[in-house]
């Protein structure tokens, strides 16, 4: 058997996909690959996340790592160059940037563990949520993404971090939008 999924929908475009499919008898996702990770919520969770529920489709989320800047590597515009991702993550390195890595550093000496760790399991432990997309570079990458799949964070580890990468009016940071 074979499945399909879509990437890069709003909201609106997958719920349409999704009731033309079954009006018109043809295959219809079963996954979506939306971006998603604590800084990129918006999108996802205002106008993805709802169509996802209701048609009980799995979540594969990409750039789970914000390029690399939930991984603490990032943390000034002097760091920009430490990889080359530096130029994608520039658009974070603002307060609510600066506030989710507190959280994340805050977490990840609560548990031990590292900034990538502690956002890949915030990611997991989100209900809609299938699993993350993050690639690794090295074998000490590799080992990050591993030991996040055991970490299991506690409510008010998940709930500091959620509050942390809220978006509120003074943010200097925008909702990102899906593509059409």
């Known amino acids: 058997m074979r499945f399909i999924g879509a990437s890069n929908y709003s ?15 043809l295959a219809s996702y079963q996954t ?14 205002s106008h993805l996340e709802p169509v996802c529920q209701k048609h009980d489709l799995g979540v594969i ?15 000034s515009q002097a760091d920009l160059s430490k990889g080359p991702r530096g130029q994608m ?7 609510r940037g600066f506030r989710i890595l507190h959280a994340l550093d805050k977490v990840a000496s609560q548990y031990n563990a590292t900034p990538t760790q502690v956002a890949l399991a915030w990611v997991m432990a989100r209900p809609s949520i299938t699993a993350p997309i993050a690639s690794a570079t090295n074998l ?3 080992d990050d993404l591993v ?3 055991r970490l299991k964070l506690d409510p008010s580890s998940i709930e500091l971090l959620t509050e942390a ?6 943010d200097e940071s925008q909702p990102s939008a899906a593509a059409d």
Not at 11 to 17: P, Y
Not at 89 to 95: I, S
Not at 165 to 170: N, V
């Open 11 to 25: 909201g609106q475009r997958l719920a349409e996909a999704l009731q033309l499919s079954q009006q018109k008898g």
């Open 32 to 45: 979506l690959q939306p971006e998603y990770n604590l800084y990129d919520r918006f999108a996802y969770e």
């Open 61 to 75: 989320c990409y750039f789970s790592l914000a390029s690399g800047f939930l991984s603490g590597k990032y943390r």
């Open 89 to 95: 993550v520039k658009k974070y390195l603002n307060a």
């Open 140 to 142: 000490q990458q590799l």
């Open 147 to 149: 030991q996040s799949a």
């Open 165 to 170: 990468s809220a978006q509120s009016p003074g």
